[in-house]
């Protein structure tokens, strides 16, 4: 079983790797040979030429390029990491604003709410001459005649039945304040 992961550890290393890029910006590292052997060298961003490790002669061709190309490889995974974790922002910001309209938005749950309100069942049996409505599912019915609809589901999707349903509630809402629709 593996160990379970120190995400404090890795923020941790991580800053630690930032801070380093910060004061490396601007150098280069190449590798090069001569009589001692393969070296790294670092060009700083002063201009300096400092040579700061001299290869094993047996090191592969892999290693020797993974070595060299420490500093490219840094930078290039913390860019990597910034867009990422930018991306990752910019997607929960999308999924929270998304899952915010949907339940601002979500007609047919408002749809389920008002047949669940007794008073809207009376607003109901007064439309279309209809009958007493004693049940959830009777004021459903009656809204989805009403509304000329199947599901309300419906409602979230199909704007003519949308408008309908607005038109619908705005009335119950006026006939509960007494007001004529």
Request: with cysteine.
């Amino acid at each position: 079983m593996s160990e379970p992961i120190d995400r404090e550890k890795e923020k941790r290393k991580l800053d630690k790797l930032r801070q380093i890029a910060d004061r490396m910006a601007g150098d280069a590292w190449s590798i090069w040979s001569d009589e001692d052997g393969m070296h790294v060298v670092t060009v700083r961003a002063t201009g300096e030429e400092v040579r700061i490790l001299t290869l094993h002669p047996e090191a592969t061709c892999d290693e020797q390029d993974l070595v060299a190309g420490a500093l490219d490889h840094l930078f290039l995974f913390l860019g990597f990491f910034g867009r990422a974790a930018e991306r990752v922002r910019e997607l929960r910001e999308q999924v929270a604003n998304l899952a915010g309209r949907k339940k601002a938005e979500n007609f047919g749950f408002m749809a389920k709410s008002l047949c669940e309100k007794i008073p809207f069942w009376r607003f109901l049996e007064g439309k279309a001459g209809g009958s007493a409505i004693a049940s959830e599912r009777a004021a459903d019915t009656r809204m989805k005649f009403l509304l000329n609809i199947e599901s309300k589901g419906q409602l979230n999707d199909d704007l003519e039945a949308r408008a309908r349903f607005l038109k619908l509630r705005a009335d119950y809402y006026a006939w509960k304040k007494g007001v004529a629709a």
